[in-house]
């Protein structure tokens, strides 16, 4: 008797083992893949506050969260959806060889005593590793020192953002001329 109620709990146990272990990946195939992903970093007074500034899926689909400026503010969602023009378009700035040969940190290059802003970047590729850049997106006067080929993805990030969430985007127009 002791014998068979062993049985009985190891057949149980490998069911249960067996249940746990069996494949999901035909669910999650469906879902459309992380194409682009940026984080707003907003630096105050010794903090960091992060941020989902804009997520761009395979399947044209966005999203933008409201840019916090202090820790306990509140998120705002906004979803839009990409034409398939506008998809090719990013897609294709995000798959340009002199994208995807550049370094990965383009942090501010000038003192600022109050508060600024970076992007972490993040661009899934299918075959390759993640490919990641810290990035100080600024307006101002048009000087810009990034290369055009990050210029270019920068300033669709923002038309992309202003699309979805609303932003007026403004001061960031001078380092978008040109482009």
Request: proline letters at 4%; aromatic letters at 8%; one cysteine or more.
């Amino acid at each position: 008797m002791n014998r068979t109620f062993g049985l009985r709990v190891l057949l149980l146990f490998l069911l249960a083992l067996c249940f746990a272990c069996r494949p999901t990946t035909a669910q999650n195939s469906d879902l459309p893949k992380l194409l682009l992903r940026v984080v707003n970093r907003h630096f105050i007074v010794g903090k960091r506050i992060p941020s989902d500034y804009l997520k761009v899926f395979s399947d044209g689909s966005v999203e933008c969260h409201a840019i916090k400026f202090e820790e306990h503010d509140e998120d705002d969602v906004k979803k839009g959806q990409l034409s398939p023009a506008e998809l090719a378009k990013l897609t294709s700035a995000l798959n340009d060889s002199g994208f995807q040969n550049l370094g990965d940190d383009y942090k501010l290059q000038r003192i600022v005593f109050d508060s600024w802003m970076e992007w972490d970047i993040t661009i899934e590729r299918p075959s390759l590793h993640s490919q990641n850049i810290t990035l100080a997106f600024s307006g101002g006067n048009g000087d810009s020192k990034l290369p055009d080929a990050l210029r270019k993805p920068g300033c669709q990030i923002l038309e992309l953002r202003r699309k979805v969430y609303g932003d007026d985007g403004a001061y960031y127009n001078p380092a978008c001329s040109g482009i």
